[in-house]
Structures are given as C-alpha cells and as structure tokens.
C-alpha cells in the first residue's frame, strides 16, 4: 500500500485481557519498528526488525510484551496479560533499509486503553 | 540521562503571528535531527531533518530550524503561522537507528 497501516485503529482490552496489534508496512521497506506513545508523551522506542529478524527489543517494557515478523512483511505486536499502564498508542515505522539517511514512514497507530 | 526536551508543552498563536518552538538535547557525539508534525487525528510527518552542512534546514510548509551545536539545541521557526499549522509537533534524535522523541508541543493556531 501507499502507507503504514496498522489495525485496529483503537482497542479497548479489559485487564488480564491478551491484545494483538497488527502492521502492514510498506511494501519492500525492510525495517520495521514498534513505538509506544503514552499520553502527553513523545514515542518511545519498542523494538526493531530487519526483514524477519528482530535486531533490538531493548525498549519492550517487561516480558509480557512480545513481537513478531515471521516472513518479514507484517508485524503483530502481542502484549498478554494487558495492565493498565499499557494504555498507549502503538506507533509502528517502515524504512525502505535501516538508518538515518532514508526516510522512516510511520503509521496512525492503535490506541489501546485498558479498563 | 541522555533526552530530548521540548519547553513547551502547548502554545496558543493567533494566524499570522512567528513562531518558534524550542527543542534541546543531550546526546553527545553525532546526532542527527529531526521535527515531525502530527495533524489530529493523522500519522507522524517528517518537517524537515538535519544531518550535516548548512545549520539552517529548510522543511516542508515555510517551515525552518537551525542546530546550534553548542547549545545542543535544533529549534523550529516559521515566520507567520496559519490556522492548518494547528498540531502537534516533536522533536527528535536518531542515533544508528532508533528515534528518541521529545514529549511534543501542541500548537494551536486561533484563525
């Protein structure tokens, strides 16, 4: 597609529950990252592929969070178990290839709350 | 800690009025700079970046922003802002990879 797509555009999960979020990155863009951004905050990072594998997932914030790209083109950010302080909006990013000199393509991001 | 701090967290202007947002970070060594503008309701668009020569960037929209390496500062300017400026704005570093974001400023424009 034209764009970063990410669905659902927003999610309500009640506690305990386990969310899936989902995103289509740009056809052919090799790196693909996950955000997180927290209200009345900037994004912060989550974690980074390249193609299928997944380079850094040092800003994944406990173990409940878990992501995958398993053929390199879509990507589900998993979180189990949902807290409340998960409540956010999930960025995901696409780069044609990693690094500052291309251009990063973001998505709308799905707001998750958690009641 | 190593951050990216933007000022103001909300700035009223009336349209025609300049605009300046203030943006400072803290990582040494090579950065590279960024502002992004988020329109309600739409994704995260690159302003403009910067990464090396001229220290005046010119971006998308009459936007403007000069690194000033000694003060560790990159801010945002245009000359006379307008009702469609309404949004949020960040500043960002990346550095190898990864984006470090300020918290934003939401900028609105009274028509």
């Known amino acids: 597609g034209a764009g970063v797509s990410q669905s659902p555009r927003y999610k309500v999960a009640k506690r305990g529950q386990d969310v899936a979020l989902r995103c289509d990155p740009i056809s052919g863009h090799v790196s693909l990252f996950w955000y997180q951004q927290a209200l009345g905050q900037g994004p912060e990072f989550l974690t980074y592929?390249?193609?299928?594998?997944?380079?850094?997932k040092s800003g994944l914030p406990s173990d409940r969070f878990f992501a995958e790209r398993p053929e390199g083109s879509v990507s589900t950010l998993k979180i189990q178990r949902t807290q409340q302080e998960d409540s956010a909006v999930y960025l995901c990013?696409?780069?044609?290839?990693?690094?500052?000199?291309?251009?990063?393509?973001f998505g709308s991001g799905t707001r998750l709350t958690v009641v | 800690a190593q951050s990216v701090s933007q000022h103001n967290h909300h700035v009223i202007l009336s349209e025609a009025a300049s605009l300046e947002l203030g943006c400072n970070y803290s990582?040494?060594?090579?950065?590279?700079l960024f502002w992004y503008v988020q329109y309600p309701g739409q994704h995260l668009q690159l302003l403009l970046k910067y990464f090396s020569g001229d220290p005046l960037v010119k971006g998308i929209k009459g936007f403007e922003a000069e690194f000033i390496k000694s003060k560790f500062s990159f801010n945002l300017r245009k000359p006379s802002v307008q009702w469609s400026d309404t949004a949020e704005y960040f500043c960002a570093v990346n550095r190898v990879i990864k984006f470090y974001f300020g918290s934003g400023t939401k900028l609105n424009v009274k028509p």
């Open positions: 990013a696409s780069s044609l290839v990693a690094g500052q000199d291309y251009g990063y393509t």
């Open positions: 592929f390249q193609n299928e594998a997944q380079l850094d």
């Open positions: 990582y040494g060594g090579t950065v590279n």
